[in-house]
């Protein structure tokens, strides 16, 4: 149980279009996403957390108008990369949160690796 | 500012021997405490998740925690080189139960 997909698991675009990233809880309902984003070498960093039927809360320095966060369901977020530029070039990785209770495990998506040319 | 802190290794050691992993948080009120395994290139993986102090077993794995100290280690016996990953260390803050991560722990298993 408690699997997260994501789609896609690799893309490369050009500089200054729009990407979308899917992630899915497949056997479970969660309330709460939360998208990261690590750089080689690095820890994973919080971008925002996403709850169901509301607007995202976006962590400081994440700029929400480049990075749109829709949670339309208990099963589905997405994350979308607006005019993407080399420096977006990252390894974005979602989790869902079982739920609503403090200690809550979370269990985390396969990633997507976005390369912009 | 909340962190958590880690040493990020390498640690490198012998196959069969213990490995240990330790880890620091700064938030007194953090509650859960959690163990990611990361292998390169892929998304984390949860190990161990403890949330009272002592010690929590999970076959060759086993958590220690110490709120007083606000230090959390991770052990694992009999190591083999397949536990060579990325260790890394979490907590949870926030009213989301926000994960704050340490940068991780690089584990070298050398048969």
């Known amino acids: 149980g408690a699997v997260v997909s994501q789609h896609p698991s690799r893309v490369i675009c050009k500089s200054g279009t729009s990407v979308k990233i899917e992630c899915r809880s497949l056997?479970?309902?969660?309330?709460?996403m939360f998208w990261y984003r690590q750089f080689p070498k690095k820890s994973l960093m919080l971008m925002a957390t996403s709850n169901e039927g509301s607007k995202a809360t976006y962590e400081q320095g994440v700029e929400k108008d480049k990075f749109l966060i829709n949670h339309a369901s208990l099963t589905l977020s997405t994350l979308t990369v607006t005019s993407a530029h080399p420096e977006d070039s990252s390894f974005y990785i979602c989790?869902?949160?079982?739920?609503?209770?403090?200690?809550?495990?979370?269990?985390f998506g396969p990633g997507t690796r976005l390369t912009v040319l | 500012q909340k962190e958590v802190e880690q040493n990020s290794g390498p640690l490198s050691v012998p196959e069969g021997a213990i490995a240990s992993l330790n880890c620091t948080y700064s938030?007194?009120?953090?509650?859960?405490f959690f163990w990611y395994r990361q292998y390169s290139g892929k998304s984390p993986e949860l190990i161990m998740s403890i949330y009272s102090n002592g010690d929590k077993e999970d076959g060759r794995f086993t958590a220690q925690l110490n709120k007083a100290s606000q230090y959390v280690s991770l052990l694992i016996r009999d190591s083999q080189p397949s536990d060579s990953a990325t260790y890394h260390c979490a907590v949870n803050v926030g009213s989301n139960y926000q994960l704050i991560w340490g940068a991780g722990t690089k584990l070298i298993i050398k048969p």
């Open positions: 056997d479970f309902q969660a309330t709460t």
């Open positions: 938030d007194r009120g953090s509650q859960s």
């Open positions: 989790s869902a949160k079982l739920g609503s209770y403090s200690g809550d495990t979370q269990y």
